[in-house]
């Protein structure tokens, strides 16, 4: 089956460290997005992509980057992670109808 | 405003109706969404409706939707312990979803 998964499940850093999270999905999905689930600000949306080589910035882009070189993959990379990264982050694909179909998560906390 | 709103916490008795409401803002969405996600998960899709419908049913689901006051609801019959979760409102706007902050869904035994 046709699936989307993130890796690690939980990852622990250090701040300045860089970290990429990655995302992957077999459904052959064009659109791909990254968010980050915070308490009281729900879901925002960091980066999203098109497809294979495009990249746009969501509304909390700001140290984060993306990069498409294939359809099935969009790692996100914190540069230099900073403790307010520390956040659940989803990864999401969408299909024709925009219905966007998300991964498991990934929990990340910056020390 | 340019957020989609839904009030954050909902308590309902096990057996009993559910009724979550959301407000969205973007007349010329396309589609509207109820997502779950239940705790330590990522977001499931629950159901969509198309911005031309009024109703859409599915088993324990009702969704309504009134375009004019841009409201939309989601009703669950019958509410069991498993519906236990946090419920998202979401429109389709530009190509990306907008997400509502979502409402906790807490039963009562």
């Known amino acids: 089956d046709a699936e989307i998964t993130q890796s690690p499940r939980h990852k622990i850093t250090e701040t300045g460290r860089q970290v990429t999270l990655a995302c992957h999905q077999t459904?052959?999905?064009?659109?791909m997005f990254w968010y980050r689930q915070d308490l009281g600000h729900g879901l925002r949306l960091i980066h999203y992509s098109y497809g294979v080589q495009d990249t746009n910035k969501g509304e909390v882009s700001d140290g984060y980057s993306v990069s498409r070189s294939n359809t099935e993959d969009l790692p996100l990379t914190l540069e230099s992670a900073a403790s307010s990264q520390t956040s659940v982050y989803f990864c999401a694909s969408s299909d024709h109808t925009d219905t966007q179909y998300f991964g498991p998560g990934t929990r990340l906390t910056v020390l | 405003g340019e957020d989609v709103e839904q009030s954050l916490f909902l308590s309902v008795r096990e057996g009993d109706s559910s009724v979550i409401n959301c407000t969205y803002t973007d007349s010329s969405s396309t589609y509207l969404y109820w997502y779950k996600q239940e705790p330590g998960a990522g977001l499931q899709l629950l159901t969509y409706i198309f911005s031309n419908m009024d109703m859409k049913q599915d088993q324990r689901l009702t969704v309504l939707l009134n375009k004019k006051d841009k409201h939309l609801s989601l009703r669950i019959a019958d509410t069991q312990t498993g519906d236990s979760a946090i419920y998202f409102c979401a429109e389709s706007r530009d190509d990306k979803i907008i997400f509502g902050k979502g409402t906790r869904l807490h039963i009562l035994p």
């Open positions: 459904w052959n999905h064009n659109n």
